[in-house]
């Protein structure tokens, strides 16, 4: 029973399975044969498929199969997917393969376990909205009865198109071809290995993109971007011109360019991942002129990164960047990036660079306008390091920087070394050097810490900030400066051109603390001159270790500058006072001055141009000024400069003043002393000073003494001492110029009045007017003798003279003189005598004349004169004629020249010629006239009344002569004595050196002699004319002056020019007879 009911169970059992493996095979040939009319089911197909895409769907051919071993594959042909508004294709595909596992079909699971897709196309846009054009399909709906599983996936020869139209409404294409793509589940996860390749095409430019990794899709409830990316990504030749568009209406980037490479790794989700890797950039072109000044061409700029996205932070490290030859480090965070207002963080720190290299990349847009500026235009070279560079802060604050919360917005830390801080754009102030310290911008606050460098040659420190520039109070500027002053920087501060013959030796310390707004800046100096040496020529001196100390409090602002107090110690001076410069008005700067009373002779130590005077006394300075710096001679000033019981020693030859006291008042553009009283040696002597006018700078004094001793001025005789009565003077000095307004003086009897100038007594051209009542040759004389105890070093021939002489009345040589007038001039070692007129001599002199001052004394004389109508009587004085008398009327002219030193010179070397004519006159005691006339053997003669020389001399009615003057030889050929009784003519010479005569004198008789022509014994002597009557006698004078021989001479040896001259001169007639007896007269 039991082995029927077994067999019966296992008869059904067998007929279920053969009904069963009948009806699968039934079904399976069913399917195979159905699938193989795919196209049977086209329409439903894209129906199926449009419905779940919600896009129409098209293919041309499909093609299904089914077998045991491989399952179901699937196979279409020009498959396309439109877009929802059916305007273009979303998704073209050649040829698509699919091979799907049939048991998971069984638990409502579709898995292809196979795709391949040949030259597929797609087409991705996004509009403006930023809404891409499969966002729906990327939107996992609910979750559905049948799920769809990919495994094994091969892209071949792809193409994906990407239209951007949020980088501008035309769109931003960028486009990937050549795609290859595989992607590879592993087994028993659901991670998939990919690997993707594709050329990226930019406009004309083309790169290589290459990513290979691992990706894990979200769980089906959650939404796509939480799938895991483990991936790296390798980008090469992508150009960065063509994102440009992406940065509009964000940033205000001109131009945007160059050819980045990207080597890149990343992990995790969208909103949370990792990315590490390497950018690196090649021809970069940056224009931002909201931010840097000119545009950014880095030739290269490599950058090590690492992003990083936590939720909604993002951060960015660049443990390495490369700008060129400058190296860098930053580090960028994002927080709250979903929110409107979110939170920004920077750092960066970069190598050392030098400025003018780098200058470009400074962010001047991001800094501060104040503090740009002022760095811009005084920080000009130096090598700079980014220690640390900060901003942070939400994006409303870094937009806002200026307002008072947000000042900790951004903070800057620099280093710079070998700096050149230029602190006066464009005039001739030194430059700060070498300069090395810190440079630190932090809440708004600039400072510069712990700085070193040169202040043009000079060694100094500097600390200094400014202060929160963007608070409605006023920016505070602070600096402390330590300087150690050069030479050159001296100058520099008191003007280089004034004082270029400053000497500065040594060390000086001066300290220079700053503090307040631009509108009131204090600043407090305190200068150490104690080991400095310094001198100006001849006007100070200050020796090293001698204490010195300068200190002033100064005010800035845009009116003036202010020096509230100063002081300069410098023993035994002390000086204080304060001063102002106004940047305003006429006379902008007033100054005052005090100083103690010191010792001038404790000064000497100081001033070295006293020392030559061995200056004593003691002075005080008060004083208050205005003026105008451009203007020097414009100060106005007020006060007083006593001085008491002063002496000191002009010169060598002056002697000592001593006891000068008094006050020099000082009112506006005036000066004038009080009555000053002083003693010159043993002379007293008072007066005052004062000047009128500050801007011609014209000092004039008054003074006068009664008894003025010359030896007290430095002047000396050969013998005895002179003195001066009754000397006044008034005198200017101003602008190198000396004027004598008047200088009167007595000296013996002769009364001298001085007037005149010298224009420029660097270079003395003197013009001088004497004016006299009354001038003795013995006082001039006595004033020509006058000389200075040391002569100067001054040649006469670098003095210009010109004299003008008026003197009313004097005595020269013993003759008086009245109505003198000349004009002198003196130049270049050539005194000219212009214009000469004197009454003299009961008539006049008028001439001109020359000398040549020669080194050698040899000087040279020429002179032009005339006298009219003097007295002989008193003209013989100057003949040294003895006791012979000389009376009548003479007039004198002539041109003489003459070289030497003393008068026997002049004798030896006169050149020259006169004219001579005596009138109406009377000669007496002439020793060669008597002998003569006894030749003549007047006795014979006495009734008719000859001249006797001895008793009355000889009357004569005029003299005249030519004469000539040559190496001390006096000659002449016409010379002739008129008078009633004869002429006496000579032609000969006289010797003035030998006092000696050589002439020949002829004596033609008038009425008288005519009628006793008989009784002459001296025929043969004489020369008769046609009638025997006597005409003249000739006799040979020569031999010394005083005592001449004389002897009558025969006609007969008389030169035919000689016996022409004197018949010339006596009228006589052409037809001459000559006696020529030898008759002996007296005889």
């Known amino acids: 029973m039991k082995k029927r009911t077994l067999i019966k169970g296992l008869l059904i059992v067998a007929v279920a399975l053969i009904v069963l493996v009948s009806l699968s095979a039934g079904a399976w040939f069913y399917a195979s044969y159905q699938l193989s009319q795919l196209d049977t089911f086209r329409e439903k197909i894209m129906k199926v498929a449009g419905n779940a895409l919600d896009r129409d769907l098209t293919y041309e051919k499909g093609k299904a199969t089914l077998t045991i071993r491989n399952g179901l594959s699937l196979q279409f042909t020009n498959l396309v997917i439109r877009e929802k508004d059916r305007s273009s294709d979303l998704l073209n595909i050649g040829n698509a393969f ?23 196309h797609l087409s991705l846009k996004r509009n403006q909205a930023g809404i891409l054009n499969i966002a729906d399909l990327l939107f996992r709906q609910k979750k559905t009865e049948m799920t769809l599983e990919l495994r094994n996936v091969t892209i071949e020869k792809g193409v994906l198109i990407f239209t951007d139209q949020t980088a501008g409404a035309e769109g931003l294409t960028t486009s990937l071809t050549n795609l290859q793509c595989r992607i590879d589940p592993r087994l028993f996860s659901k991670t998939s290995r990919f690997s993707i390749t594709a050329t990226l095409n930019e406009n004309k430019n083309q790169g290589a993109l290459s990513l290979t990794g691992t990706f894990r899709p979200s769980p089906f409830e959650k939404p796509i971007e939480e799938g895991t990316l483990d991936a790296s990504i390798r980008l090469t030749g992508m150009e960065i011109h063509h994102y440009q568009p992406y940065l509009r209406g964000h940033v205000s980037i001109e131009q945007l360019a160059g050819r980045l490479d990207l080597e890149t790794t990343i992990s995790g989700t969208v909103s949370q991942f990792t990315s590490k890797g390497t950018v690196t950039v090649k021809d970069a072109l940056l224009t931002y002129p909201r931010v840097f000044r000119e545009p950014l061409r880095p030739r290269t700029l490599q950058v090590e ?27 960028f965070a994002i927080q709250d990036m979903d929110k409107e207002d979110p939170l920004l963080a920077a750092t960066a720190a970069t190598s050392a660079f030098p400025l003018t290299e780098m200058q470009s990349y400074v962010p001047w847009g991001i800094i501060p306008q104040g503090v740009g500026r002022f760095i811009e235009a005084h920080v000009t070279r130096g090598d700079f390091r980014l220690v640390e560079g900060k901003l942070s802060g939400r994006l409303s604050q870094i937009a806002d920087m200026m307002k008072q919360e947000n000042a900790g917005v951004l903070s800057i830390r620099a280093e710079v070394k070998q700096g050149v801080f230029v602190v006066g754009v464009g005039n001739k102030t030194p430059d700060f050097q070498d300069i090395s310290g810190v440079l630190e911008l932090k809440n708004r606050q600039f400072s510069l810490r712990n700085m070193t460098g040169r202040f043009g040659t000079s060694p100094c420190k500097i600390d200094g900030g400014i202060s929160d520039f963007a608070l409605s109070t006023p920016v505070v500027y602070t600096a402390d400066m330590t300087l150690q002053p050069a030479r050159n920087e001296v100058l520099w501060l008191l003007g280089s051109e004034k004082f270029r013959n400053l000497t500065f030796d040594g060390s000086s310390t001066l300290h220079l603390s700053g503090k307040g707004p631009a509108e009131n800046y204090q600043i407090s100096a305190r200068w150490d001159l104690t080991q400095a040496g310094y001198a100006y020529p001849d006007v100070m001196e200050k020796t090293k270790a001698k204490p010195n100390q300068l200190s002033a409090e100064i005010i800035l602002n845009k009116n003036a500058v202010t020096v509230s107090s100063y002081k300069y110690d410098l023993s035994p001076v002390t000086l204080n006072g304060s001063a102002t410069y106004s940047f305003t008005g006429k006379k902008p700067l007033s100054v005052n001055v005090q100083s103690n009373t010191f010792d001038i002779r404790e000064a000497v130590s100081i001033l070295p141009g006293l020392r030559k005077f061995d200056p004593a006394g003691s002075c005080l300075i008060d004083l208050a ?57 043993d002379s007293v002597i008072q007066g005052k000073c004062g000047m009128r006018n500050f801007q011609k700078a014209k000092l004039a004094c008054e003074f006068d003494t009664p008894l003025l001793k010359a030896t007290d001025v430095g002047l000396f005789v050969p013998e005895g001492d002179v003195s001066f009565q009754n000397v006044k003077g008034q005198i200017a000095v101003g602008d190198s110029r000396l004027h004598v307004d008047r200088l009167s003086l007595t000296l013996g009897k002769s009364i001298f009045n001085f007037s005149g100038d010298v224009p420029d007594v660097a270079e003395p051209k003197i013009v001088v007017t004497l004016n006299s009542p ?47 007038g000349a004009g002198l001039k003196y130049a270049q070692g050539i005194l000219s005598i212009e ?32 006298l009219d109508k003097i007295s002989l009587e008193k003209f013989k004085v100057l003949l040294d004629i003895g006791d012979r008398t000389l009376i009548g009327k003479m007039s004198l002219a002539g041109d003489v020249t003459a070289t030497g030193s003393i008068m026997n010179d002049f004798t030896k070397t006169a050149t020259g010629t006169f004219k001579v004519r005596a009138e109406k006159g009377v000669l007496k005691k002439f020793s060669v006239f008597s002998k003569i006339f006894s030749l003549l053997n007047v006795s014979q003669l006495l009734k008719f009344q000859l001249p006797d020389m001895a008793k009355d001399g000889m009357p004569y009615t005029s003299i005249t002569a030519s004469l000539l003057l040559k190496n001390g030889v006096l000659s002449s050929d016409d010379f002739l004595i008129d008078s009633d009784a004869m002429k006496i003519s000579g032609v000969g010479k006289v010797d003035l050196l030998k006092k000696e005569l050589d002439n020949i004198v002829g004596v033609h008789p008038l009425q008288t002699l005519d009628r006793i022509a008989a009784r002459i014994p001296i025929a043969g002597w004489v020369l008769t004319d046609e009638g025997g009557h006597l005409i003249t006698v000739h006799f040979k004078v020569d031999g010394n002056w005083d005592d001449p021989n004389v002897s009558p001479i025969p006609v007969r040896s008389l030169a035919k020019g000689t016996l022409d001259t004197f018949r010339r001169l006596f009228q006589l007639p052409e037809k001459l007879i000559t006696d020529t007896g030898d008759v002996i007269l007296g005889r």
């Not at 079909?105 to 292809?112: A, E, Q």
């Not at 960047?321 to 190296?327: E, F, K, M, Q």
């Open 98 to 120: 699919f091979r799907v596992d049939l048991l998971p079909l069984l638990v409502k699971r579709v898995v292809l376990r196979e795709s391949i897709l040949d030259q597929p």
């Open 305 to 331: 990164y690492i992003l990083t996205r936590n939720a909604g932070n993002l951060t960015l490290e660049v443990a390495r960047g490369v700008v060129d030859r400058v190296a860098l480090a930053c580090r």
């Open 625 to 681: 000024g205005r003026s105008d710096l451009s203007e020097p001679g414009s100060f106005l000033w007020k006060g007083n400069v006593s001085f008491t019981n002063v002496a000191f020693k002009p010169s060598v030859a002056v002697k000592p003043v001593s006891g000068l006291t008094g006050v020099a008042a000082f009112n506006g553009n005036r000066m004038e002393t009080s009555l000053i009283k002083a003693r010159i040696g």
């Open 774 to 820: 009354y001038i003795h040759s013995d006082d001039v004389a006595r004033l020509m003798t006058f000389k200075y105890s040391k002569q100067g070093d001054d040649s006469p021939s670098k003095i210009d003279l010109d004299l003008t002489l008026r003197v009313d009345a004097g005595v020269f040589n013993g003759f008086d003189f009245k109505k003198l």
């Open 835 to 866: 214009t000469l007129e004197a009454g003299i001599l009961d008539g006049s002199l008028k001439g001109k004349g020359r000398m040549e001052i020669r080194p050698d004394g040899q000087n040279r004389y020429q002179a032009n004169f005339s």
